[in-house]
Every structure is written in C-alpha cells, then in structure tokens.
C-alpha cells in the first residue's frame, strides 16, 4: 500500500512541476520575441485598424488570432467591426512583436503588402508611413491602409481561415508554430 501511495505521489508532483514550467513557460509566447523590450510585464493594447480596397472601407472580420488556440494579437465579434485589435501579451514584450506584419500573419499568413491586392499606402494616426509590415504598433495607434484591388476579387477576401477548409490547417494558423513568422521579411 505504502508503495502504490509513493508511485502516485511522485507521478502528482511530476504533473504539478510539468504543469507549473508549461504555464511559466506559455505566458512569455509572442511573435517573434526580438528586440528591445517594451514591457517586463504584458500589454493590453487598442489599436485600430481600417483597411480600404479601390477606395472602399473594408470590414476586418471577428476571430482573427482566435480560431485554433488564443493569440496575443486578436480581433473580437464585438468591436471588429470598428477595426479594433486586442494586443493582450503576457510576459515580456519586444519590439519585434510589435509588428504590424506579425498580425497579418496571424490572419492567415497573409503578406502585408499584398494582401487585398496592392498596397499603395498607410497612414498611422494621420501621417505617411512607409514601414508597413515592419511598423511598429502603438497603444492607441490608427492605421490605415489603401490597396489597390488589381481586378482580382479574390485578393479581397478578408474572411478568417477555418481549421479543416482548403489548405489551411489549425499550426499553420497558429503564429507560434508558423517557421516563416521569425523571418525579418515582413
């Protein structure tokens, strides 16, 4: 008796240790994790986003960065419309996380500057920009970006990718197991 009681001590005490690590661990997950650090201790941010094809205000969809696990860059159904993004990090922040490129990838992998055709320019709070997917977003930042359809309907698709339909599967949805999301081409 006294043996089978150690056996299931040390087997709980292994799934607390193993459990204590992995949350230790998932609260630090971001993007790309380079840079200089912007906070020690996450970030709760609202950014707005307005995307324009051929002139004409687009929706960003709900669920962005939350169908197949809860990305730290994320849209909800409640202010999606709006253009909110919800940039909730635990842990340390960089700056390389902060790219706008970083949540064009959590949206399905898409390229920042071809992604609902061509990009022809963006505007953070007013002013010209010209780093695009390099920019790195601010709290309360208002970014807008004007692409030029090319005649091709199916670039201006802004649909959420669906675990399971056509090609995209739940990792490669997933930002923290996408290889090319470390690349500095963004």
């Given at each position: 008796m006294k043996k089978i009681s150690a056996v299931w001590w040390i087997i709980g005490a292994g799934l607390v240790l193993f459990g204590l690590l992995w949350f230790a661990g998932s609260g630090s997950r971001t993007p790309s994790g380079s840079g200089d650090v912007v906070a020690a201790n996450g970030i709760h941010w609202h950014p707005q986003l307005t995307i324009y094809v051929d002139d004409e205000k687009q929706e960003i969809p709900p669920n962005i960065g939350l169908v197949g696990g809860h990305q730290p860059m994320h849209?909800?159904?409640?202010?999606?419309?709006?253009?909110?993004?919800?940039?909730?990090?635990?842990?340390?922040?960089?700056?390389g996380d902060l790219h706008l490129g970083n949540f064009f990838r959590i949206w399905g992998n898409k390229d920042i500057q071809t992604a609902f055709g061509t990009l022809e320019r963006m505007t953070v709070n007013g002013e010209e920009n010209m780093e695009y997917g390099d920019?790195?977003?601010?709290?309360?930042?208002?970014?807008?970006?004007?692409?030029?359809?090319?005649?091709?309907?199916?670039?201006?698709?802004?649909?959420?990718?669906?675990?399971?339909?056509?090609?995209?599967?739940?990792?490669e949805m997933i930002v923290n197991k996408n290889p090319g999301l470390n690349s500095s081409n963004e």
């Open positions: 849209t909800h159904v409640e202010d999606a419309p709006q253009g909110i993004l919800h940039f909730e990090f635990g842990g340390a922040v960089r700056t920019y790195e977003v601010q709290s309360e930042d208002k970014i807008e970006l004007f692409y030029m359809s090319n005649n091709d309907a199916s670039r201006t698709n802004l649909s959420v990718p669906v675990p399971g339909v056509g090609s995209d599967t739940v990792d």
